[in-house]
């Protein structure tokens, strides 16, 4: 089973990566808020997570 980050360290450097990534232009902020939602709408699809009303999804990701 793949995990992501699990400690502050790991959850800090890939944010750092992230932020520098979109400042550079290598990534873009339309980019990530897609794979966010795509995550985010699989684990609705397994149960991981209950599905927020969709008028409060977007909302949720800002």
Known sequence: MIEGPSTPAQISAIEAALNSAIQDG????SQVDQSVM????????????????????????K
């Open 26 to 29: 290598s990534l873009s902020q």
């Open 38 to 61: 795509r995550i985010l709408m699989m684990k609705i699809k397994y149960g991981i997570i209950k599905q927020a009303a969709p008028q409060n999804l977007g909302q949720a990701l």
